[in-house]
């Protein structure tokens, strides 16, 4: 086994590992220490003789480095001779891999990630890790930050869990309903950055968007008489089903009345249907709403035959259970696409008076392709450009230039 072995190994089994250790320990940190330095001995030791249970040999091998960590901490004897038992013989397999708990401690690790006393970097980062596997070069690539920037919010959130004395528990039942959003906020920014990226040369970044699906998933497993769960992990199928045709060879956006829908996953909208089914039983939240909105344009055989007006419907809905300034810009353009663009200048000239999108690319872009519609050519080609200046991404920003462009 190779080093490609060790990381798929990882890759699946890391929140189990360091979620068990951290019930054990009670330290986040010293879990995630320990379960490192198993990966490290394991590019050493499975090339020479492969276990036969890999992740079960990464857990015992993390604990045992966790004992060894808290045997050089005097302050801590008490706790190792709890932990450690008969350290000499080493922990059986079985006694790590508990099936009956482990779930439990995978949805506390997550709720550890994203508890409220983080910094929403500090969330991210540490979901991204902890729980996703993934490397601070990994994560740094994916939002194209500095390692070190991303080694500093990992290590800023691990002390100010244990400065806050964060529990490793599942909330109570009130609370963990309370808390639930604030995964799910988590989850949504991880996806949405993934699906697209705000800034940089890549219009989609995969990697971080099925990321995203694959925590999401776990989480619908753990709790899934949670609606809204469901609703997001519809919401993200359903988008990603598009990524095959939402750009060219060359890595160009395509947009989506130019998009080959025969390229779209149709697997992937399956699965994304069968959430939404799912997320419908109690009424659909804010993510189940925008999963009815994706929805809508997976099963439409084209732009001109979406039923947009079902779109707007949808948008109003979702205005009302969670108003955002986002919200009313994607209902302007559904307006525009059902009873025309005079109707959606209105409502982005009422976000630009409130000034609710201040900085932003997307309300000149949207302005931009509204005037041009009206036949204000001028006006439009500004506000393209205006985009464009505002846009870090650089693909989208090439599109604006060129819409501008064609406007001369």
Known sequence: MGAADVEAVWRSESARIVATLTRFTGDLG??????????????????????????????????RRAIDA?????????????LAGDAAAGPAVDDEIDPDRIDDDVLALMFVSCHPVLSPESRVALTLRVVGGLSTEE????????????????????????????????????ERRKRLGGVLSVLYVIFTE??????????????????AIRLTRTLAALVPDEPEVHGLL??????????????????????????????????????GMAALTRASARG??????????????????????????????????????APSPMVELNRAVAVAMASGPAPALVIVDELIARDRLPGSHLVPTVRGELLTRLGRR???????ELAAR???????????????????
Not at 378 to 384: C, G, H, P, T
Not at 390 to 408: M, P, T, W
Request: with cysteine; proline share 6%.
């Open 234 to 271: 519809a919401l993200c199928e359903l988008t990603a089903a598009r990524f095959p045709a939402r750009t060219g060879p060359d890595g160009s956006p395509v947009l989506l009345e130019d998009q080959d829908r025969r390229l779209w996953d149709s697997a992937a909208i399956g699965r």
């Open 390 to 408: 505002l846009c870090a991404n650089q693909r989208e920003r090439s599109v604006l230039l060129r819409k501008a462009a064609a406007l001369d």
């Open 194 to 211: 993934g699906s697209t990226a705000t800034s940089g040369d890549q219009l989609v970044r995969p990697d971080l968007a099925y990321e």
């Open 30 to 63: 010293l879990a995630e220490d320990a379960a490192q330095e198993a990966v490290a001995e394991a590019l050493v030791a499975w090339p020479r003789a492969a276990p036969a249970n890999p992740a079960g040999w990464l857990m015992a091998t993390a604990r």
């Open 70 to 82: 808290i045997r050089r901490r005097t302050a801590l004897r008490d706790r190792y001779a709890l």
């Open 139 to 174: 994560i740094a690539r994916a939002f194209l930050v500095s390692v070190p920037t991303v080694q500093a919010r990992i290590t800023r959130g691990k002390k100010t869990i244990a400065a806050a004395g964060v529990p490793f528990e599942l909330p109570a039942a009130g």
């Open 284 to 321: 659909l939240g804010p993510y189940g709403l925008q999963a009815a909105i994706a929805a809508t344009h997976a099963s439409a055989p084209s732009v001109g035959r979406t039923d947009w007006d079902r779109i707007v419907v949808l948008y109003e809905a979702l205005g009302r259970v």
């Open 378 to 384: 001028s006006e439009a080609r500004a506000e393209l």
